[in-house]
């Protein structure tokens, strides 16, 4: 069973989970923070009552005005399921705990906090997103991205092309990141070139953070740093220019990183749980699609084991030498 979380009135309390950063909290809506007699409040569908369903949507770097969207498909979703559906936007952090302390039913969520949500409150991934630029549907490529004019040249091996990182300015995306930071520093373990994640200093002349893929790429187009470490889709906009883009160039790939996801918290009934993932996948038809692309920018869902799903993220972890 779930520990319960006291939320005061009018704030969240939101405790750092061990291996995620914490980012800026937005405010759970009031309806979720107002004290009940004995100061805990639960989701109606954790108490049992399915009367009300709540989605926590995590802000990402390429959505603006992510509150509004965000309304607009729980409207869609409350007329399909028939209840009332409340969105409200967190960080991945605020997500997993909102889960985790029954404030939320429902979350979107990338792979490293989707293993924290499993870890912590038993909430399964049953959804992943689609992108017309993911090279595996609902996996993606990270990619080590250099100048189109460095020496450094894509080699026989992936070993090969590694090496040659070694002594060069580095820029990861975020220390957090899961394909601009733990992807490839468990392709470098695995590759032989560092024993883990504590012995970057060691082989890179230097290494930064951009805090986002779009600060990681602009290291590399100030010449501020050799390579940069990305997912493949932010080589395009609204992470950078399509000019910035031609003076840019993959130098390494590792694919199989698992595209970001619908987390269900296992207190959802089995019957209730399908009924939101038909409704959610209504959002794949013609008529619906836009919500789910204003979103995210993902033109799909798609229904996935979410063990297997998750498997890659695990490894990287593991090889990185960081806690799940």
Same mark, same amino acid.
């Given at each position: ?47 049992? *009552? ?5 989605? =926590? +949507? ?8 992510? %509150?509004?969207? #965000? &309304? $607009? ?26 889960? *985790? ?5 429902? =979350? +979107? ?8 949500? %499993?870890?912590? #409150? &038993? $909430? ?33 091996? =992936? ?166």
């Amino acid at each position: 069973m779930k520990k319960n979380i006291l939320l005061g009135a009018g704030a969240v309390a939101v405790l750092a989970l061990a291996g995620l950063a914490i980012n800026t909290v937005e405010k759970v809506p009031q309806a979720l923070a107002d004290n009940s007699a004995n100061n805990q409040v639960q989701s109606p569908i954790a108490q049992g *009552r399915v009367r009300r369903l709540t989605i =926590a +949507f995590p802000g990402r770097g390429d959505t603006a005005d992510l %509150q509004n969207k #965000a &309304n $607009a498909v729980a409207q869609f979703l409350s007329r399909e399921l028939g209840m009332p559906v409340d969105a409200f936007v967190a960080d991945d952090t605020s997500a997993v705990e909102a889960l *985790r302390a029954n404030k939320a039913d429902v =979350a +979107f969520l990338s792979s490293r906090p989707a293993l924290k949500a %499993q870890q912590l #409150a &038993n $909430a399964r991934l049953y959804l992943a997103e689609v992108r017309p630029n993911y090279s595996g549907r609902h996996t993606y490529r990270s990619v080590f991205v250099v100048p189109t004019n460095s020496t450094l040249k894509s080699q026989a091996t =992936a070993k090969q092309t590694l090496e040659q990182l070694r002594g060069k300015k580095m820029a990861f995306t975020s220390p957090t990141s899961g394909s601009g930071f733990i992807f490839p520093v468990g392709e470098m373990v695995k590759q032989g070139l560092v024993p883990n994640r504590d012995r970057l200093n060691g082989f890179f002349g230097q290494i930064s953070y951009g805090n986002n893929y779009s600060g990681a790429l602009q290291a590399v187009l100030r010449g501020q740093a050799d390579v940069a470490a990305v997912s493949e889709y932010a080589l395009f906009p609204p992470y950078i220019t399509a000019e910035e883009a031609k003076k840019l160039r993959v130098l390494h790939g590792i694919s199989g990183v698992p595209a970001h996801g619908v987390a269900i918290d296992d207190d959802v009934p089995n019957p209730m749980r399908e009924r939101i993932i038909n409704a959610m996948l209504k959002l794949n038809q013609p008529a619906n699609n836009q919500l789910l692309k204003n979103l995210y920018n993902s033109t799909e869902l798609v229904r996935v084991n979410g063990n297997q799903h998750l498997q890659p993220m695990r490894e990287a972890l593991s090889r990185a030498g960081i806690e799940p």
